[in-house]
């Protein structure tokens, strides 16, 4: 079935969709749709070439269906790249953008990125807070 017609039925027949308000944006929870926009560019389903970013116990990792597999492989028509926890934000985008170099989807770009660095942000420790300010001058000295 070619993709053109797998997203006229996946359009508005699909249990990943999201509808919060009446006149605003459709969004999209299904797997490889980076922006979770209910649209034909950033469907997982209806394309062929699909890149999925998700966070595992060993780290981020992105997977991307190889361009040559059969339709009939599943699980070995995928290829996946872990970017391990806390290995650095440069690191990090730069994996994620070699996946766009290769010239594997390039109209995904920026939103591979965006996704990647929003999780490698996720897995930051938080600061921790600076000690309370002591009081100086007259509070001082009535405390």
Partial sequence: ??????WLLLRSNSSFIVKRVVEGPVFNKEPGNLRNLNSYKFS???NAKTID???????ITITTRKPKASANAVASAKAKTVIRPRSGGRRALGVASSVVKRGYRTDLRTALIARVSA???????PKPSPPPKKA????????
Avoid: F
């Fill in 1 to 6: 079935m070619s993709s053109d017609l797998q």
């Fill in 44 to 46: 997982g389903l209806a």
């Fill in 53 to 59: 970013v998700s966070e595992t116990p060993a780290g």
């Fill in 119 to 125: 999780l490698t942000a996720a897995q930051k420790d």
């Fill in 136 to 143: 100086r001058g007259k509070k001082a000295l009535t405390a």
